[in-house]
C-alpha cells in the first residue's frame, strides 16, 4: 500500500525546503556516481542531476516516483544520467557502488524497527565507493527526551500554510500532533492537505501519516560509528551551524 498516494499530487505545491539543495551540490565528487535515498517527486535529484556523472533515486512511493519521473523525461535526461527505482531503503542491492549517499529532508527518521535502522546501514556500507562518504540527517529535538514525551502530543489541528491553484480552488496544508511512542521515542504526525473552492467548499482531502523517530547528537554520532563507519564532518543546519545548536543534525562519514 502506497500510503502517500493521494498526497503526491499536492507535495510540489507547498512551500517545500531547498536550503539543503546547495548544501548536497558543494559536496558532490568530480563527476560523482550519486544514489539518493527517498527521492520522491524529484525535489533535490532533479537540481543535483546537472553536476553529477550519474544519480540514481529510489523511493517506497509509486506515487511520488512517477511524479519524479514525468520531471526528468520533461528535462530530457537519459538514463545513463538518471535511474529510478521502486524500492525500500532499507533493504535493496543495486549492484554498483556510489561515492556519495544521501537520504534528505529526514528520511532516516521514517525508520521506526532496530531492523530497518541497521538493514539502511548495511546496505549504505555495502554500496559506497571505497573513497565515497555518506549524509543522514534528521530534525534536532527541542527538548530533553522525557520532556518530548510529556509535551510532544498537543490537541487539535495547525495550519502551515495555503496557495491558491490555477483552477481558483485553494489548497490549504497543515498537521495533526495526537500520538508518539515512548521507547524508542517516535512521534507520529499527520500531515493534511484540503482543497477548497473558492467560497470555501471542502472539495477534498488527504491525511498523510508519518512517523519520525528522534535522535540526539550523541545517539546519531555513535550509531554510525558502531556500523563501521568513521565520522568525516557534522553541522547543525544547512547554512554550517555548530553541531547540536541548529534545526537539524547533518552527518557525514565514510568507510572506516
Known amino acids: 500500500m502506497d500510503v502517500r498516494e493521494s498526497a503526491a499530487q499536492y507535495y510540489d505545491l507547498q512551500d517545500n525546503p531547498t536550503a539543503d539543495i546547495p548544501f548536497y551540490a ?8 550519486v544514489l539518493e535515498l527517498g ?3 524529484g525535489r533535490v535529484l532533479l537540481p543535483l542531476a546537472s553536476s553529477c556523472g550519474y544519480i540514481h533515486g529510489m523511493d517506497s512511493s509509486a506515487a511520488m516516483l512517477a511524479r ?3 520531471k526528468v523525461e520533461r528535462a530530457q535526461l537519459s538514463s545513463e544520467r538518471v535511474q ?3 524500492g525500500d531503503i532499507a533493504h535493496f542491492e543495486l549492484r554498483r557502488r556510489f561515492d556519495l549517499i544521501i537520504a534528505p529532508f529526514r528520511l532516516f ?4 524497527t532496530e531492523s530497518d535502522v541497521h538493514g539502511l546501514m548495511d546496505c549504505i556500507r555495502d554500496q559506497l565507493a571505497e573513497s565515497g562518504s ?7 529535538p527541542k527538548l530533553p527526551p522525557d520532556e518530548m514525551r510529556r509535551m510532544w502530543c498537543e490537541p487539535g489541528e495547525r495550519q502551515d500554510g495555503e496557495t491558491t491553484l490555477v483552477d481558483g480552488s485553494r489548497l490549504v496544508w497543515g498537521h495533526r500532533r495526537l500520538r508518539l511512542n515512548h521507547d524508542p521515542l517516535i512521534v507520529y504526525p499527520e500531515l493534511i492537505y484540503r482543497r477548497l473552492s473558492a467560497t470555501g467548499e471542502l472539495l477534498e482531502e488527504s491525511v498523510l501519516p508519518i512517523a519520525m523517530r528522534c535522535w540526539y547528537p550523541a545517539e546519531l554520532e ?3 560509528v558502531e556500523h563501521g563507519f568513521r565520522v568525516v564532518e557534522r553541522w547543525g543546519g544547512y547554512e554550517g551551524e555548530a553541531w547540536g545548536s541548529g534545526p537539524v543534525l547533518v552527518v557525514q562519514f565514510e568507510l572506516a
Open 39 to 41: 527521492c520522491g517527486t
Open 68 to 70: 519524479c519521473r514525468e
Open 222 to 224: 555513535r550509531l554510525v
Open 26 to 33: 558543494a559536496r558532490l565528487p568530480s563527476a560523482a556516481h
Open 109 to 112: 527518521q521514517n525508520l521506526e
Open 84 to 86: 529510478l527505482t521502486l
Open 134 to 140: 555518506a549524509i543522514l540527517n534528521v530534525f534536532r
